[in-house]
């Protein structure tokens, strides 16, 4: 099996989110010089490997879960990620640039008008880390229960008192008669880069850095 094409030295790697994320995040890569087409792909563009040769960048598209974890390597010298998954999973990133896209919340919810929590409150979430850490700044020491998705079930079957979960527009909370209790952090997507690589092949880096902020100040005063 043929490997694949390695990057020359002077292509700059960028790992990126698939999906929502990076639908969100088409309009500031257009202002950047990355056709929506490049990233978007047409029909079923199964390739995880984009090429931007008027940039001299590859773009890796991958699982936002996943992108620290090719910039913590050094297998991408950027990425974007959230700042959920960097706090979850404890990534030391450097991180020149807040996009400002992907914009939304991690809060506590729990069953609407539910009076007070139970002391210590069993919660769900896919966040057990920043969920324990948050419970435990107020001196709490919650019950975290792990699950991979629809946390929302959890306060209305008896699995949990409350979940922690991100909230963008509030509908599926809406919908399953929760409401936020408390927001715990604001979350967004962030440029990130491994922190050694940034100053060894800091020159590209910086400028594809600069022509992120470019294109952000652009878009907040058009
Ligand atoms: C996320 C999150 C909420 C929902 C919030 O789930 O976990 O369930 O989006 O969005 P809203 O406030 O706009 O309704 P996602 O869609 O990623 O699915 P998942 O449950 O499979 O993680």
């Not at 094409?5 to 202002?31: C, E, I």
């Not at 950047?32 to 931007?52: N, Q």
């Not at 069953?111 to 920043?130: E, S, V």
């Not at 629809?150 to 979940?163: H, K, N, R, Y």
Request: aromatic share 6%; proline share 6%; with cysteine.
């Amino acid at each position: 099996m043929e490997g694949l094409p390695r990057a020359g030295r002077d292509v700059l790697t960028l790992a990126v989110p698939k999906g929502r994320v990076l639908r969100a995040l088409a309009p500031l890569l257009a202002r950047v010089g990355v056709d929506p087409v490049t990233v978007l792909g047409e029909g079923e563009d199964r390739r995880l490997i984009r090429e931007v040769p008027a940039l001299g960048w590859r773009l890796l598209l991958l699982k936002p879960d996943d992108v620290p974890t090719w910039v913590e390597y050094g297998a991408a010298d950027l990425g974007v990620c959230g700042r959920d998954v960097l706090l979850e999973r404890g990534f030391d990133l450097y991180q020149p640039l807040d996009l400002g896209v992907g914009r939304c919340q991690m809060v506590v919810a729990t069953r609407q008008g539910m009076k007070t929590l139970p002391d210590p409150p069993r919660i769900a979430t896919k966040y057990p880390r920043c969920a324990a850490a948050h419970f435990a700044s107020k001196g709490i020491q919650a019950e975290v229960i792990y699950v991979q998705g629809s946390v929302e079930l959890a306060p209305l079957t008896g699995l949990a008192d409350a979940i922690v979960d991100l909230v963008e527009t509030g509908e599926t909370l809406r919908q399953n008669a929760l409401e936020v209790r408390e927001v715990v952090f604001d979350v967004s997507s962030v440029l990130v880069a491994n922190r050694a690589a940034y100053k060894l092949r800091g020159a590209r880096a910086r400028a594809a850095v600069e022509a992120f902020r470019a294109a952000f100040d652009t878009e907040k005063s058009p």
